[in-house]
T-cell receptor, first 112, second 117 residues
């Protein structure tokens, strides 16, 4: 299930299940979006990206969906594994110098 | 692949001192680097964009005199937290844009945990 902590919502799933992590972005003019995985004490790790001329992109075990109408992104992880446990952030590229604005993040907890 | 290194990874210092954090691109030249700040259980917040050879561009609400950024070479940007206080304790992360392009927009360092006593 999904619960909301003080700052970071948590999604708890069983190993082997599929996970869906959602994100709302703010700028309707943004045309490039990225999902990152962050493990404790480390920097963000690139997972997958998508441009606004697409609504779906698939990688290895991951799929990103983009709904520009409602400014919504989702990350789907197939057959979730314990190693997928981390905090996941979406980011939108915007403004000058192509800076990234990060979403609030979701903690994914995978239980055996 | 492209690698960004931060140093130190962890620093503890007394209130009132200044702390310098280094961000290096190891296998590419980065004209643009970014500095982020992350409090526990929160997201990354962009502090400033560091441009080689020119002044950094700070985000709204970030004190430029408090967080000094120097991007003196194409492989090194530094962030100096001046007169640090306990409320400056945070996880500071840098990233660099590879001008050659590639599969990622920015390459991130592994962060520096700053604790001010």
């Amino acid at each position: 299930g999904e619960s909301v902590g003080l700052h970071l919502p948590t999604l708890s799933v069983q190993e082997g299940d599929n996970s869906i992590i959602n994100c709302a972005y703010s700028n309707s003019a943004s045309d490039y979006f990225i999902w990152y995985k962050q493990e404790s004490g480390k920097g963000p790790q690139f997972i997958i990206d998508i441009r606004s001329n697409m609504d779906k992109r698939q990688g290895q075990r991951v799929t990103v969906l983009l709904n520009k109408t409602v400014k919504h992104l989702s990350l789907q992880i197939a057959a979730t594994q314990p190693g997928d446990s981390a905090v996941y952030f979406c980011a939108e590229e915007t403004g000058g110098y192509n800076k990234l604005i990060f979403g609030a993040g979701t903690r994914l907890a995978v239980h055996p | 692949g492209a690698v960004v290194s931060q140093h130190p990874s962890w620093v503890i210092c007394k209130s009132g001192t200044s702390v310098k954090i280094e961000c290096r691109s190891l296998d590419f030249q980065a004209t643009t680097m970014f500095w982020y700040r992350q409090f526990p259980k929160q997201s990354l917040m962009l502090m400033a964009t560091s441009n080689e050879g020119s002044k950094a561009t700070y985000e709204q609400g970030v004190e430029k005199d408090k967080f000094l950024i120097n991007h003196a070479s194409l492989t090194l940007s530094t962030l100096t937290v001046t007169s640090a206080h306990p409320e400056d304790s945070s996880f500071y992360i840098c990233s660099a844009r590879d001008p050659r392009g590639g599969d990622q927009p920015q390459h991130f360092g592994d962060g520096t945990r700053l604790s001010i006593l």
